[in-house]
């Protein structure tokens, strides 16, 4: 029998949605996040200015940007390694599919233990990832 758990989904879209996002965020009570990203990002300043908006909602981040195009297995478990070592309860992906690809991976193995090479395939897990955000900077 297959393993069912909710994951309520909230989308913000629009002007101002970053700061609306920020509340939500705030709402929920979280500590710590890690922002998982790229190089590219980071370096253009675009991860800390998401972490000086969350520290601003009293939210401490750590950052991750060593995220490679079609992260790899080694990617997501350095990313994994970052979120232990930080002690952040939440993940932020901040970019496009990628980041977003490793962001999820992180957030699933954290809170089900193991390595992401133990997921693959369906109904690996057995509860829902830690609370993961998805900032897009693509269309896509």
Do not use: R, W
Not at 8 to 23: K, T, Y
Not at 29 to 46: N, P, Q, Y
Request: charged share 20%; proline share 4%; aromatic share 4%.
């Amino acid at each position: 029998m297959a393993t069912q758990f909710f994951m309520p989904v909230q989308n913000i879209i629009g002007a101002g949605a970053l700061a609306q996002a920020m509340d939500a965020i705030a709402a929920l009570g979280l500590k710590k996040a890690l922002i998982v990203t790229d190089g590219g990002l980071s370096k253009m300043g675009v991860a800390d200015q998401i972490g000086g908006l969350l520290k601003e909602k009293g939210i401490d981040y750590a950052v991750f940007d060593q995220v490679q195009p079609n992260p790899t297995v080694s990617n997501v478990n350095v990313g994994l390694a970052k979120l232990k070592e930080s002690s952040a309860d939440c993940v932020i992906s901040l970019g496009g599919g990628s980041s977003h690809d490793a962001a999820k991976a992180i957030a699933i193995v954290a809170a089900n233990g193991g390595k992401i090479e133990d997921y693959e395939g369906l109904d690996k897990s057995k509860k829902p990832q830690i609370p993961l955000v998805a900032i897009n900077t693509t269309a896509g």
